[in-house]
């Protein structure tokens, strides 16, 4: 059974600086791993989508990597802003109808 | 890209009244739609999958006869929450995968349902 999880579940830093949010999953074949942003009481904002043959995916200051191999990715923020504050979500897919498994979450406060 | 919605966005409703809402796929078909819903400061989790013309696989925890599901054609399927509880007050996130040349999910804008 899959299992995703973040760490740190909550993380607070000043403005301006770069930043990592880490991912694991316990099952390797996976289709692809996604990057999500939600806000406070909102619906899901993509950020960055890493198909399983991809190392890593960049998108602005976002830059997400996966090792497939080691069940890892991770998203890199660079120059964090406050409009960033949010609550990032890495998911894994195994196959490209199949369903999501969302990891628990990293609380992201950046402070001005 | 891809649009998903739901309606309605919000809804409260009374302790043992049944609540439908309802996910469309906007601009592309999907045969399989996925409902999940979401605790507060909680992360999302799976409740089931929605297949067209056929029953919907629920998963494990699930009550399949509470959360009623239909996919009744390629772009609609609906959750109805039957007898709802203060309990089953949550954010609800339909979400259908698009395949192409990029296989994605696309995700709807959520549901809150307020149960008193």
């Known amino acids: 059974k899959q299992e995703v999880t973040q760490i740190p579940a909550a993380l607070s830093v000043p403005e301006g600086e770069n930043l990592v949010l880490n991912c694991s999953f316990t099952?390797?074949?996976?289709?692809?791993l996604q990057w999500f942003r939600q806000d406070p009481g909102k619906g899901l904002t993509s950020l960055l989508l890493?198909?399983?043959?991809?190392r890593e995916q960049t998108s602005g200051r976002l830059n997400a990597s996966l090792d497939k191999s080691s069940g890892r990715s991770t998203l890199y923020i660079a120059a964090s802003q406050p409009g960033d504050s949010a609550t990032y979500l890495c998911?894994?897919?195994?196959?490209?109808?199949?369903?999501?498994?969302f990891g628990s979450g990293t609380r992201l406060s950046i402070r001005p | 890209g891809a649009v998903v919605s739901q309606h309605p966005s919000r809804v409260i409703c009374k302790s043992g009244t049944s609540v439908k809402i309802e996910c469309r796929s906007l601009?592309?078909?999907?045969?399989?739609m996925f409902w999940y819903r979401q605790f507060p400061k909680q992360s999302l989790m799976l409740m089931a999958t929605?297949?067209?013309?056929?029953?919907?696989?629920?998963e494990q925890g699930v009550e399949k006869d509470k959360f009623l599901i239909n996919h009744a054609s390629l772009t609609l399927s609906t959750l109805t929450v039957t007898s709802a509880h203060p309990e089953d007050s949550s954010f609800y996130i339909c979400?259908?995968?698009?395949?192409?040349?990029?296989?994605?999910?696309?995700f709807g804008p959520g549901t809150r349902l307020t149960v008193t």
């Open positions: 979400s259908a995968p698009r395949t192409g040349e990029i296989d994605e999910q696309y």
């Open positions: 601009d592309f078909q999907a045969t399989t």
């Open positions: 890493i198909q399983s043959s991809q």
């Open positions: 929605s297949n067209e013309g056929s029953k919907a696989t629920y």
């Open positions: 998911a894994v897919r195994r196959s490209s109808a199949s369903k999501i498994i």
């Open positions: 099952d390797s074949a996976i289709y692809n």
